[in-house]
């Protein structure tokens, strides 16, 4: 029950339009999908993303036109950036989570200490922009609570102040943190997804070089050093090596 229902949501689409881009070309990728043209949906949804619009909406939709016509390697692509835009976004999980269950390639994960695990996860629960607001606001009633303490005369709501004022500060400093570290994750990509059918892993940055395993399409790879055309990656078990640059595409 609980495929069929991904399965579903994955044929759906996410209707919100599109602030400050002409609808046109969104809608129009829209309707082809629904009757089926998934090429030509992509080539209309990839011409407002080659224009340099970004929104969660418009990669869920061209991850979903992608996983429809078999291309893998691109549909969690484009999963992946709709989740860095929106983290809490559950049709964008589910059908992550789906897609990743029919890919070869399967990886045993590095165990993270549980306190980087905790705050990763804290700071993908939302988005830059809602981390910002957060640190807005309670900065500003971090000030207001200062206030109270310098202009009320009774120690009670002085304390009350002094004490919220650090704690509202505290927070703010905190949601700052959160808001730039989700900025850098989507402005300086340090993640990658294979879109070649394979790819052969070498131990240095030239054909010549040792194969150390294989990739396959859709297999998510961290990005670490970079020499001409070649790229070394590492994946989630720690392994590292050299693969050909157009053969990943960053996240």
């Known amino acids: 029950m609980k495929k069929l229902f991904i399965i579903i949501s994955i044929i759906a689409l996410q209707h919100i339009p599109l602030k400050a881009v002409s609808d046109s070309l969104y809608n129009e990728g829209n309707r082809l999908y629904q009757q089926g043209l998934y090429e030509e949906s992509i080539d209309k949804y990839k011409s407002l993303v080659d224009s340099g619009y970004e929104s969660a909406n418009l ?19 484009y999963y992946e950036k709709a989740l860095k835009i929106f983290p809490a976004d ?15 390639d399967r990886f045993e994960e590095v165990p993270m200490v549980f306190y980087k695990k905790w ?24 000030v207001i609570s200062a206030l109270v303490y310098f202009f009320f005369r ?8 002094f004490y919220s004022a650090a704690v509202l500060l505290f927070i703010s400093v905190l949601s700052f943190g959160a808001s730039w570290k989700q900025y850098r994750l989507i402005r ?19 054909e010549t070089g040792t194969g150390l395993f294989i990739l396959h399409e859709g297999a998510k790879v961290w990005l670490e050093d970079k020499a001409g055309n070649w790229q070394e990656i590492r994946l989630s078990d720690g392994r590292k090596g050299w693969v050909p640059e157009e053969s990943i595409e960053v996240i």
């Open 59 to 77: 990669y869920y939709n061209l991850g979903n036109a992608y996983f429809r016509s078999n291309k893998l390697g691109k549909a969690r692509l």
């Open 188 to 206: 300086y990509p340090d993640s990658a997804i294979v879109i070649d059918l394979s790819v052969n892993v070498n131990s240095s940055p030239r």
């Open 119 to 142: 705050f990763k996860s804290l700071i993908l629960s939302y988005s830059s922009n809602q981390w910002a607001y957060l640190s807005v606001f309670t900065f500003l009633m971090s």
């Open 90 to 104: 559950e049709d964008a999980l589910a059908n992550n989570t789906y897609l990743k269950s029919l890919l070869a």
């Open 154 to 161: 009774r120690a009670p709501v002085r304390k009350a102040g």
